[in-house]
């Protein structure tokens, strides 16, 4: 073995390069050697400069001489996968481990303070494990931890510890994330109501299995953010300041490695009531004593407020609609109608005012009434006699022939009965009357003569 001036520093070479050749010895790779020959060659090179070495041909000789002969290596645990280990419930998973640097370490498995196995890399003897991890937990020829069916409630950190005397530990951390299906997902809000204008309101959910890693989530399929309006914490959502545009359907979504579940529930803030609308029927500005009116009164709200009528003090009777009649109403019915409107659920109140004006008949509006009841009498009577009169008339003329009759005609038609029937009206002992036609186109001395008359004859006239 080469011995350097300064006995402590060559003693620190040669004691690297006894790892080194360990490492060599036990049938080590030049890739599991060359990070320790590296290391050792800077500090060969170092010594080597501080002691004045004539040339670099002495140095590079040291080297191999001491990574050959050398008995001592660097420990080194490194992990084969990630740190952060995702595993669905009942499924095998393996905390994977690369352990180099010396031969048969001591490799430690522990969870906190609690060891779960140990075991001598390359040994024939079975690791030794916990009895409460019995049947989950093993460790495999490369000193990785093994987890057979892994329960739920294995959740946590975990710690793989490697020993070997005259060696520094080397270590590695893993966390260990157990999963099952997210299933029966709701959402609650306790007792609390969403009131417009009231406190903020919140939504939680919660399921009956599974654990989220990450949650969205929506109002009317829109993305809710964190801002002014909403407040979103780890399993809920606050609706800082409610109004009734908050009233619709929301929904979360929730995720972990091995899952996706939904579920929506739709809310409705309470608001109202608001300004109400009051309503006079029939229109008018002042009623007269003994009129019909109605009063209504209606205002938005949620739930619909109820609506109610109330004259000095007492508290009319109302439809569910909020509809007052009055009938036959009097000068004392007149004055000032309170609408209160209650929302049954917040129990917020809210009353307006309607003012009705009853008006009684004056004295003169009564004079006149009573002197008009007997002059409409006598109007009534007076009508009555005019109509009879007309109809007297009227039946009277449809008794008298329409055209004049002599009394020739009437002693004629009296002896002759069947002159009434029109076509014996000119025959049975009547002559044809002579042709007048004839008679008015003869010139003047033609007819110097007397008319070519018998007996006058009787012309009457009918109707057929």
Same mark, same amino acid.
């Given at each position: ?24 010895? *036990? ?17 060969? /090179? ?45 499924? /095998? &998973?393996?905390? !994977? ?35 409460? %991890? ?5 460790? $495999? ?8 069916? #892994? ?13 070997? +005397?005259?060696?520094?530990? *080397? %270590? ?11 299933? $029966?997902? @709701? ?5 609390? $109501? ?36 909403? @407040?979103?914490?780890?399993? @809920? ?7 009734? /545009? ?22 409705? +803030? ?89 008006? !009684? ?8 009434? *009573? ?46 009965? $069947? ?36 007996? #006058?004859? &009787? ?6």
């Amino acid at each position: 073995m080469l011995e350097l001036t300064n006995e402590s520093k060559g003693a620190g070479l040669v004691s690297h390069s006894q790892r080194c050749s360990e490492l060599w010895k *036990a049938e080590r790779t030049w890739v599991d050697v060359l990070p320790h020959f590296v290391s050792w060659t800077s500090r060969t /090179n170092s010594a080597l400069v501080m002691h004045h070495s004539p040339c670099k041909l002495t140095r590079l000789a040291v080297v191999l001489i001491c990574c050959l002969t050398g008995r001592d290596c660097a420990l080194v645990a490194l992990p084969t996968g990630p740190t952060l280990v995702n595993a669905f419930v009942g499924h /095998n &998973v393996t905390l !994977g481990v690369s352990i180099s640097g010396v031969s048969a370490p001591l490799v430690s498995w522990t969870n906190g303070a609690l060891t779960l196995a140990t075991w001598t890399l390359g040994s024939s003897t079975p690791p030794v494990v916990a009895p409460a %991890s019995q049947g989950v937990l093993s460790v $495999d020829q490369s000193g990785s931890l093994v987890f057979w069916n #892994v329960p739920l409630g294995y959740n946590g950190t975990y710690t793989v510890m490697v020993t070997k +005397v005259g060696a520094p530990v *080397a %270590s590695v951390d893993f966390t260990l994330l157990v999963y099952e299906s997210i299933v $029966d997902v @709701s959402l609650n809000t306790g007792l609390q $109501d969403a009131v417009e204008g009231g406190p903020p309101f919140t939504l939680s959910y919660s399921s009956k299995q599974g654990q989220a890693t990450a949650s969205q989530w929506y109002f009317s399929s829109l993305a809710v953010v964190q801002g002014p309006r909403y @407040s979103i914490t780890e399993k @809920s959502l606050t609706i800082r300041k409610p109004s009734r /545009n908050d009233t619709g359907q929301y929904e979360v979504v929730l995720t972990n490695p091995f899952s996706t579940a939904t579920h929506q529930r739709n809310i409705t +803030v309470l608001y109202g009531p608001d300004q109400p609308v009051l309503e006079v029927s029939p229109t008018k500005v002042a009623f007269v004593s003994g009129e019909t009116l109605s009063l209504s009164c209606r205002a938005e709200g949620e739930p619909a407020p109820s609506a109610s009528w109330v004259f000095n003090g007492q508290a009319l009777p109302t439809s569910s609609t909020g509809m007052l009649k009055l009938t036959d109403v009097q000068t004392s019915q007149g004055g000032i109608y309170t609408c209160v409107l209650v929302n049954k659920k917040t129990n917020n109140r809210l009353e307006r005012n309607i003012t009705i004006d009853v008006r !009684g008949l004056s004295g003169s509006a009564i004079a006149g009434i *009573a002197a008009g009841i007997p002059c409409g009498f006598l109007l009534l009577i007076f009508l009555l006699g005019l109509i009879a009169l007309c109809y007297f008339c009227y039946k009277k003329k449809d008794r008298n022939p329409r055209y004049p009759v002599s009394r020739a005609v009437e002693k004629a038609v009296n002896k002759q009965p $069947d002159l009434t029937i029109p076509q014996k009206l000119l025959v049975n002992g009547l002559k044809l009357p002579p042709d007048y036609n004839l008679h008015h186109l003869q010139t003047l001395s033609e007819r110097a003569g007397a008319l070519p008359l018998g007996t #006058v004859p &009787v012309r009457m006239a009918t109707t057929v």
